[in-house]
């Protein structure tokens, strides 16, 4: 089987999220896409506003209302605790899943760090690599390949869909602003009711 790995803060998910790992997923013949929220980002600056639980429940509720029974959350790095390496993350899937095949999928501006990551050559040998375009970071038919890693470039289909971040959303949720072209449904209604995001 053939699985996707989508992995972040999601802080909180949006529409761009799902809209990756539903395009991904088509465009590569995935069975499965796990949503991975990290437990703390290694290379992320930017402290985390809704707390591990908060943020699975915000996946449980956006995954739920898109009826895609191809995506799924993942609490293994919640779970474990502490910095979340990807490396670690692949060797628990691949000890617990040896026959399938992993996919991780992350946009062009971190493919662009990859060099960056814990063991970048044990990276490459436990998962392929799926890059979609970021704005400001070109078409992923631009991506540097290295030859270590079995790279998969997946271009935008949906204009505006995936130019969405989640700072983005913090930032308009603490202005009192709408979102509802940005985020789920259910996910709003989850923010409002836990006060989450009230001011920046």
């Keep these: 089987m053939r699985i996707g790995i989508l992995g972040g803060s999601f802080d909180p998910v949006h529409r761009g999220h799902v809209g990756v790992a539903r395009a991904v997923a088509d465009a590569l013949g995935l069975a499965r896409v796990l949503f991975l929220p990290a437990a703390q980002a290694p290379l992320r600056d930017a402290t985390v506003r809704a707390s591990g639980a908060q943020r699975a429940e915000m996946l449980r509720r956006a995954l739920a209302e898109t009826g895609d029974r191809r ?16 490396v670690d993350t692949l060797r628990a ?11 991780w999928i992350l946009g062009a501006d971190q493919w662009a760090r990859i060099g960056a990551w814990r063991e970048p050559e044990e990276l490459a040998r436990l998962a392929g690599w799926a890059v979609y375009e970021r704005p ?3 078409d ?9 890693f079995r790279l998969h470039r ?19 949720l603490a202005r009192g602003e709408d979102v509802s072209a940005w985020v789920p449904d259910k996910v709003i209604e989850y923010i409002r009711e836990s006060g989450l995001y009230d001011s920046q």
């Design 136 to 138: 400001g970071y070109g």
């Design 140 to 148: 992923p038919a631009g991506v540097v390949e290295r030859r270590d």
């Design 71 to 86: 995506l799924e959350l993942c609490e293994l790095e919640l779970r474990r605790g502490g910095i979340s390496y990807a």
């Design 93 to 103: 899937l691949r000890a617990e899943l040896p026959a399938d095949e992993f996919i």
């Design 154 to 172: 997946v271009a935008s289909n949906a204009a505006g869909v995936w130019d969405i971040s989640s700072s983005a959303v913090r930032a308009r």
